[in-house]
């Protein structure tokens, strides 16, 4: 942490406001995000629910491991070959209206699903037809908070979101294994239950709101998914944030992904192999609950954005002693400070990141970062996978780690001036206003301006914005 220390003139670069921290209470006493909240933990426990159920069915049926992992991992297929271009969707059509739809067509997408004797490539096939819905209704969603939960809010509201997601995640699982062993068509049942509640709870709950892109301002989806990329990677401040996102990525996967082998080598001392394995892929999300939890209410607005960076090098960092071997309580104890570290990272970041991006660029901003996330960790896994094919886990884990403290470094000392922090929330404000102030309340303008300097680049004018976000 000693080298943060030249980074102590930009601290307070994010300018936050002098307000205290916002209350669980005062996110909650938003009627929008209660309904948007709990249509959210709704599906995300369907989703794990099903993923598990369905990971049995497919086993059932076929015997085969290869297709039962792949019942797991088509959900991740749309993210990878098609998720920022989804995800602009969602910009081209009224919020509440993207949810509502991709909800209804997953319920009725996982009504087929649990239709008795399907033979395997049905399932897959209508799997992945039903994640192609993930991308358009998660960018809506996004995009929606920052227009629900004013000011700090919206940071505690983002890590209300993601830490829900982790327990719905842990819980879905559980119940999905348990459910799944009796009956998995009454899995998918209660998952195409848990989209229409979801749906209703929108539709009903949720203010419906005018496309951030009007028809008039529409050019050709591929253009206008180019643009998203060019506002995340031209624009100092937001590419800034997606290194650092990005970053974190690589690193806090890592323990999760080589649980299996990694339990299997240390188990012991009263502790077997599945035991052990659960432990350490718990602890992430567990770490990620308590960290976001924690960060997002107790501390302070400015001492969050001044904890980001040296939260950031210390994500890779607490990660490093798996060098000397540990046990895989002491793991598991690694990997859910590591949790912890990211989950006072990214919804801070994602707030920074909303708050320097117009309103009408968010849902497609949110698919790339969403897409390169979910490439990233894929990656990741795969890369250290190889590596722990020739080497120990822990060298490899260690070593990848201390790889990551370096690269976090550099990403924090390398954090934008406050001038250029200012000039793009100052950017983002102004071109809101100017969007509000046109006829119908609608963006008047779509395109994105050529990349400048960065003196310049975040002028009003200009167009400039995790995840959840990301996500």
Known sequence: MAA???????????RPGREGPATFREVFAQVEYRAVFTASALSWIGDYLAKAAVTVLVYQQTKSVALSAAAFAVSYLPWLVGGPLLATLAERHRYRQV?????????ALMMLVAIPGNPPWVILALLFASTLANPPSQAARSALMPLILPGDRVVVGLSLNASTGQAAQVVGYLLGAAIAAVNPTAALLINAATFAASALLVRLGVRDRPPAMTAAHRSHLLRETGQGFQIVFCRPVLRAIAVLVFSAMLFSIVPEGLAAAWAAKR????????????VIMAANPVGFILGGLLVGRAVAPARRLALMRPLAVAAPAVLVPALLDPPPLVVAVLAAACGFAVAGLLPVANGLFVRALPDGYR????????????????????????????????????AWSAAGVVLMTA???????????????????RANATAEAAPGGRRPRTSV????????????GDRGRPSHAVT
């Open 449 to 460: 301006q050529p990349a400048r300097p960065a003196a310049v680049d975040e002028r009003p």
């Open 363 to 398: 849902a497609r901003a949110f698919g790339v970062m969403a897409s390169g996330m979910q490439i990233i960790q894929g990656l990741a896994v795969l890369v250290t996978g190889v590596l722990a094919q020739r080497f120990s886990i822990p060298l490899v884990v260690g």
């Open 4 to 14: 943060l220390g030249t980074m102590e003139a930009t601290v307070s670069d994010e």
């Open 267 to 278: 188990a012991g001392d009263g502790m077997d192999t599945g035991v052990a394995q659960a």
């Open 411 to 429: 990403a924090a000392l390398s954090w934008p001036s406050r001038e250029t922090v200012d000039a793009a929330i100052e950017a983002a404000e």
């Open 99 to 107: 949810m509502v739809t991709c909800d209804l067509v997953r319920m």
